[in-house]
């Protein structure tokens, strides 16, 4: 790593080495065929090389950033702009494209909007969301948030909307009047702490 980082032919940022009794395996990118040579060269001037397993490959510039570190990196900014996502609590990992998301967090939407995140940054291949939400959802909590929902919204009533929990599950039941105060009285169960599923099942009375 030191030879890489001494010889200016190289941008050593992007190439990862491995060494095992005295065999040193390359890999990663590098922006042109000279440099991958260069990195070669380099490393054959080290003392006590025996042979090289040159896994380096060339990508230019204008194509698109896939190593498993750059994802990780964009994800952790996307992540970190995202006020929805509480990206100190939120471990990634990225293996050939593949991430896995850990960690622990307070609500369901969280650990949603960072599935989501992750899986709009190019070269995923896909997301295992291993997130936890950490508290058992409390039903006067869920209803005082419809409650709030709907009294900011002065047409609607959370009057005939019943609500019930089962662990991290909400069951919504009752009658509304139009098919958006069902939608409002969703997204205000989703929104409560610890809230992993939401059985929908309100019904919306017609005239």
Not at 141 to 147: P, T, W
């Amino acid at each position: 790593m030191d030879e890489l980082e001494w010889d200016p032919s190289v941008d050593h940022a992007d190439i990862g080495v491995a060494v095992n009794d005295g065999v040193v395996t390359l890999s990663g990118y590098v922006s042109n065929y000279l440099e991958k040579i260069a990195a070669e060269k380099a490393v054959r001037r080290v003392s006590g090389v025996k042979a090289i397993a040159e896994e380096i490959h060339v990508r230019f510039k204008s194509e698109p950033k896939t190593a498993d570190h750059e994802i990780a990196k964009r994800i952790l900014d996307m992540f970190s702009w995202n006020v929805s996502i509480p990206h100190e609590k939120i471990n990634v990992k990225v293996e050939k494209g593949w991430v896995t998301l850990s960690g622990m967090v307070d609500a369901y939407y969280q650990c949603d909007e960072a599935r989501k995140a992750a899986a709009r940054v190019s070269g995923v291949t896909g997301v295992s969301d291993l997130i936890e939400v950490k508290k058992l959802p409390v039903t006067s909590d869920i209803r005082e948030r419809i409650v709030a929902a709907f009294k900011r919204q002065a047409d609607l009533d959370a009057a005939g909307v019943t609500i019930q929990t089962e662990g991290n599950t909400v069951r919504l039941g009752g009658r509304v009047k139009a098919w958006h105060e069902r939608g409002v009285a969703e997204r205000a169960a989703w929104a409560a702490p610890g809230v992993t599923k939401v059985e929908d099942n309100i019904v919306v009375a017609t005239l």
